[in-house]
Nanobody
Framework: QVHVVESGGGSVQSGGSLRLSCAAS????????IGWFRQTPGKEREAVAC????????TYAESVKGRFTVSRDNAKNTAWLQMDSLKSEDTATYYC??????????????????????WGQGTRVTVSS
């Protein structure tokens, strides 16, 4: 059975850092692009970042570029989202997801919400100013 579990969320002050983890079971991350998304109440889920399966490709939304870093360890079946210089507008529930139809993530066209099909339950991030 497929499971994706995010962890590492919490409350932090503006300028602080958090590292989110995405642990997969029931399938192997190494074959798929992994994306990070976030959502706040009343708004659509938005793309944050993604990482390709084995080609080292990464893509970031403009709003997080230079502050967030996505990584993965296929041997551990785990991905991470390092979030630095956090801002209040980063407050959201963060989701990790796998795209079983794509292996790379070279641009924002590879970070489309509806193309990702294995989702976690989300982890809440609150940034206070």
């Amino acid at each position: 059975q497929v499971h994706v579990v995010e962890s590492g969320g919490g409350s932090v002050q503006s300028g602080g850092s958090l590292r989110l983890s995405c642990a997969a079971s029931g399938f192997f991350l190494e074959y798929y692009a992994i994306g990070w998304f976030r959502q706040t109440p009343g708004k659509e889920r938005e793309a944050v970042a993604c990482t390709g399966a084995k080609d080292g490709s990464t893509t970031y939304a403009e709003s997080v570029k230079g502050r967030f870093t996505v990584s993965r360890d296929n041997a551990k079946n785990t991905a991470w989202l390092q979030m630095d210089s956090l801002k209040s507008e980063d407050t959201a529930t963060y989701y990790c997801a796998a795209n079983t139809l794509r292996t790379s993530c070279r641009n924002l066209n590879h970070l489309v919400v509806h193309e990702y099909n294995y989702w976690g339950q989300g982890t809440r991030v609150t940034v206070s100013s």
